[in-house]
C-alpha cells in the first residue's frame, strides 16, 4: 500500500520495558519526523531526520532513540519506557512541491505505559 | 516554550455559522503556515497552508487570514458543518525545517 504506515498500532507494555514503534513510507520523502500527541500540548516533535543516516533531536527527545538506516524507514525506540511516554505517537513525511510543504500523517500508534 | 499558541482550545458553532480559530507566533524566521484537521482516532491531514507574502487566503469554504506584522494568523470556516468537527492545529516552519504545531482547537458543529 502506498502512503505511511505505523506499526504496532496500539500497545501496552510495562514501566522499564523496551519499546520499538515503526514507521514506514513508500514515497521516498527525504525528511520523516516523530511526534507524540497529548491533550492540552498538540503534537510535540521527538525527533526528525533529514535522510538516511541523518537525524535530530526535537522538542522532546529524552527517553526516545531512532536510527534511519534506510530512506523509507524511521522507528522509535523506547529504550525503558515511563508512565509519562504514554501518548499516542505519529510519524510523518514531508513532501514538497512548489509552493506547498506537506507533511503527511501515519494513523498513529496508541502506546500504554502501565 | 510553545512556539505557535492556538487559541480557543474548544469551540462549538451552529450549523451555518462561522467558526474562527487563531495563532499567534513569534519567529520572524518562519515562512510557512499551515492548517491542519485530525477526525478522531486519524492522523491529521494539510487543510490549507499561506506564504507571508499574501494576507489571506481562500479554499471553498476555509480561508486563512494573515497579519505579518502583528504576527497572527486564524483560519475562518464559513457555513460551518457537522462533517467538520474536528481538531484543527495551526503551524509553522521554515520550509522544509522543522513544524511547530499549536495544541490544537476542537471544534464541535451543531446540527
Known amino acids: 500500500d502506498a502512503g505511511i504506515t505505523q506499526s504496532p498500532r496500539y500497545k501496552i507494555t510495562e514501566t522499564g520495558r523496551q519499546v520499538t514503534l515503526m514507521c514506514h513510507q513508500t514515497w521516498s520523502h527525504s525528511y520523516m519526523f516523530w511526534y507524540r500527541q497529548d491533550l492540552g500540548h498538540g503534537l510535540r516533535l521527538i525527533y526528525y531526520s533529514a535522510a538516511a543516516d541523518i537525524t535530530d533531536k526535537g522538542e522532546v527527545p529524552d527517553g526516545y532513540v531512532v536510527s534511519r538506516s534506510k530512506t523509507e524507514n524511521f522507528p522509535l525506540t523506547l529504550e525503558s519506557a515511563t508512565r509519562s511516554q504514554t501518548s499516542v505517537y505519529f510519524c510523518?513525511?514531508?513532501?514538497?512541491?512548489?509552493?506547498?510543504?506537506?507533511?503527511?500523517f501515519g494513523p498513529g500508534t496508541r502506546l500504554t505505559v502501565l | 516554550q510553545q512556539q505557535v499558541k492556538q487559541s480557543p482550545q474548544s469551540l462549538i458553532v451552529q450549523k451555518g455559522g462561522i467558526s474562527i480559530i487563531n495563532c499567534a507566533y513569534e519567529?520572524?524566521?518562519?515562512?510557512?503556515f499551515p492548517w491542519y484537521q485530525q477526525f478522531p482516532g486519524k492522523g491529521p491531514a494539510l487543510l490549507i497552508a499561506?506564504?507571508?507574502?499574501?494576507s489571506e487566503k481562500k479554499e471553498g469554504r476555509f480561508t486563512i487570514s494573515f497579519n505579518k506584522s502583528a504576527k497572527q494568523f486564524s483560519l475562518h470556516i464559513m457555513d460551518s458543518q457537522p462533517g467538520d468537527s474536528a481538531t484543527y492545529f495551526c503551524a509553522a516552519s521554515n520550509w522544509e525545517d522543522q513544524f511547530y504545531f499549536g495544541t490544537g482547537t476542537s471544534l464541535t458543529v451543531i446540527p
Open positions: 499561506i506564504r507571508p507574502d499574501v
Open positions: 519567529n520572524t524566521a518562519f515562512d510557512y
Open positions: 510523518a513525511s514531508t513532501s514538497t512541491r512548489g509552493m506547498v510543504n506537506e507533511q503527511f
